[in-house]
């Protein structure tokens, strides 16, 4: 936290007044059996949090219409990058393999369904179909050291979401994977055979997909002006001297988590969101409510971060018929 401090700059990790105070379950004298998350009795109902389909046969014996429109939805953004090119099965090079492409299904706290296309990474052969993997992301850390600095100093928070971020992404010169056709999608070939795919952006699933992404997004940040924290890569201050504002962004691979202290036409916010639209495709999400499965509530001088969501759905998960009573 200090040097988080000194870095942020004159900003308090928490406000001399009472009343701003950023509020953990510890803050609140919160023991192991509150809340209901452990306890005699307690009765998780499995039904508190929806599971989302794991294969594409669950997804289609559910809501096949609202299933196969978000499919759709996101092989239209794959069409509208150019995310591969259909070639036929003969045009595969010599000891070159296919990688499967899978569903992956998500249904947004708003209800909204997500279905999103991800290459099978664990196929890939290393030294063949990429080469470095590493990717930073924002730390939990920061996550509460922003929340605190915003319950301290009034600033606003606000999320963005890069849609498909990935596949506005870049790779290398020839880093190219070979895939089998989308499940459900499948064209093809004058032989007869189904056509492959050589895919030509970072995919989501892709062992170098996110490195490819945010190699692309901090040059961006860097060149608007942003200057990257030292403590964590993935956190960025800007300031205007002569409007005495600031921003801070924290980047958590499509997400942006951004605080700021003014939110006018003229406003450093204003410009540099003008700036992210028209560079990127991007959806402005309003005030920060949940990030990293942290739900994040404010009231007058207070953020509260916690994370009974995501309790929920994992006991959901591992147990279906709620947590057994102790005896």
């Known amino acids: 936290r200090p040097h988080f401090q000194r870095t942020l700059g004159s900003y308090p990790l928490r406000s001399a007044q009472p009343h701003a105070l950023l509020i953990t379950r510890r803050h609140r004298g919160y023991d192991a059996t509150s809340d209901g998350v452990r306890g005699h009795g307690c009765a998780f109902a499995a039904s508190s949090a929806s599971a989302d389909p794991r294969t594409r046969k669950q997804a289609m014996a559910g809501d096949a219409a609202g299933w196969a429109a978000a499919e759709r939805a996101e092989i239209a953004n794959h069409k509208a990058n150019g995310s591969w090119t259909l070639l036929d099965r003969s045009q595969l ?15 947004k706290r708003s209800g909204a369904l997500k279905a999103r296309l991800c290459v099978q990474g664990c196929a890939q ?10 990717c930073a992301t924002m730390r939990p850390t920061s996550l509460r050291a922003l929340a605190s600095i915003a319950a301290g100093t009034g600033m606003h928070m606000r999320r963005w979401d890069f849609v498909a971020a990935y596949l506005q992404g870049e790779l290398q010169d020839g880093e190219v994977v070979y895939c089998h056709a989308p499940p459900g999608y499948a064209t093809y070939g004058a032989d007869g055979r189904p056509r492959i795919c050589r895919v030509e952006k970072p995919v989501y699933g892709m062992a170098q997909a996110g490195r490819r992404w945010q ?14 924290c030292a403590s964590d890569p993935c956190v960025f201050t800007l300031s205007d001297a002569a409007l005495s504002e600031r921003l801070i962004l924290g980047c958590y ?24 639209s028209g560079r990127w495709n991007v959806e402005d999400e309003g005030p920060v409510s949940d990030l990293l499965n942290v739900e994040i509530t404010r009231t007058d001088g207070h953020v509260t971060l916690s994370q009974g969501n995501y309790i929920r759905s994992l006991v959901a998960s591992y147990m279906p018929d709620g947590v057994p009573a102790r005896h």
């Open 93 to 107: 090079p010599a000891g070159r393999s296919l990688v499967r492409l899978t569903w992956v299904y998500k249904r």
């Open 125 to 134: 052969t290393a030294g063949v179909d990429y080469d470095q993997t590493f």
């Open 215 to 228: 190699r692309t997004l901090f040059p961006w940040l860097l060149q608007y002006g942003f200057t990257q």
């Open 253 to 276: 691979v499509d997400d942006l988590f951004i605080l700021h202290s003014n939110d006018g036409r003229d406003s450093l916010y204003a410009r540099f969101t003008d700036a992210l």
